[in-house]
């Protein structure tokens, strides 16, 4: 045996033992997955060569223009989870309504919902900066054998069996949790496998850097604007550094990495701010938190919420410990 990394698929076998359900079921929604990763890795790669780049002329629920990414993204993440005999459903930030799964599944017997946002920091690609897809699974909670239902996506955040996000930066990497700790894959695009780069990942508990949107503080709550002071102020390890990509899962993967908080706070012009529960808050929240990190709203911790809608958005506050802890002591001053 050579000394070399775990591939993606030795360290499935190797771990799913630990997995609470079928062992084969999410093996094999993990290699779903990494397929449909490994085909949009090659899209987004190429997408300053071919016609690939501009809006495709559609919006998405939210009103916002849908790339072709977007479009292309969703389409091989959906086919690529469908007609496997595991999933019943999937609902997607590019979708109005989850879908059923059925084909090949007449009795409706397949297990799993997965949520997703299939490409996340879109406006990125037109300028060669990261973008990266974010998914969310759980068990269905309506009995095997009927048809899936919107309670079934409408869980708790701390219901997930799995989460992670695929980022096409500088290198492409899968990084999931399945409630055992965080493990990150970078992807060898030469052979197209992904190695076990990043073992065991731990959110530094304390960071230097914050990530927000400040074109938007002067909508901010007080309590998040006194933070964001607090964060510039000079002090021992003060200024923190500023960082914002404007792609939820590189400014959150940086910050996993390095320490920092990122911010989504509601304000004046949006009262629940801009980032989705189901699709981006619940999944970087459980990696988050699985890595020993935090996620709120400001309040509670994310995993907490009740949903109540696909679609819907939440003030998101997540990262090293100590430093989600500070936001919420200042915004607590303001209750
Ligand atoms: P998406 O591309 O899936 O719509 O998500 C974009 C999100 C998130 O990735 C990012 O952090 C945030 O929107 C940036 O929003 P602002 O441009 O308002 O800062
Ligand atoms: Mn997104
Ligand atoms: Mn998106």
Redesign the pocket.
């Known amino acids: 045996m050579t000394n070399r990394n775990k591939t993606l698929g030795e360290f499935i076998i190797e771990t799913q033992h630990s997995f609470q359900y079928s062992s084969g079921e999410l093996s094999k929604l993990i290699h779903a997955l990494r397929l449909a990763a490994k085909v949009v890795n090659h899209e987004v790669n190429k997408a300053g060569l071919v016609d690939i780049l501009g809006a495709a002329g559609d919006t998405n629920i939210q009103g916002e223009d849908q790339q072709k990414l977007d479009v292309l993204a969703n389409e091989k993440f959906i086919q690529s989870l469908t007609n496997r005999g595991i999933v019943c459903g999937i609902a997607s930030?590019e979708e109005d309504h989850y879908i059923e799964v059925n084909s090949q599944d007449e009795n409706h017997q397949n297990k799993y919902v997965v949520l997703i946002?299939p490409?996340?920091?879109?406006s990125n690609i037109d300028v060669n900066v990261s973008v990266g897809t974010?998914f969310s699974i759980y068990r269905r909670i309506t009995p095997v054998g009927t048809p899936v239902k919107m309670k079934d996506f409408l869980q708790l955040g701390r219901n997930q069996v799995a989460a992670g996000y695929i980022v096409y930066g500088t290198s492409t990497m899968l990084v999931y949790t399945t409630g055992h700790g965080v493990n990150g894959f970078t992807l060898n695009p030469a052979i197209g496998t992904f190695y076990l780069s990043h073992p065991k990942i731990q959110f530094p508990s304390d960071g230097k850097i914050y990530s927000v949107n400040e074109g938007n503080y002067i909508h901010f709550p007080q309590g998040v604007k006194d933070y964001i002071k607090y964060c510039q102020e000079e002090d021992a390890d003060r200024p923190y550094k500023s960082r914002y990509i404007g792609s939820?899962?590189s400014d959150f993967h940086r910050n996993m990495i390095k320490g920092g908080i990122y911010m989504y706070p509601k304000s004046s012009v949006a009262n629940k701010g801009k980032?989705?529960l189901l699709?981006?808050c619940n999944p970087m929240a459980f990696l988050a938190e699985q890595a020993g990190g935090k996620a709120s709203d400001g309040e509670s911790p994310i995993l907490d919420l009740v949903p109540t809608e696909l679609h819907e958005r939440v003030p998101f506050f997540c990262g090293s410990k100590n430093m989600v802890d500070k936001l919420e002591e200042f915004v607590s001053k303001y209750k």
Do not use: A, F, N, P
């Open positions: 930030e946002d490409l996340d920091g879109s974010i939820l899962v980032l989705r699709y981006e």
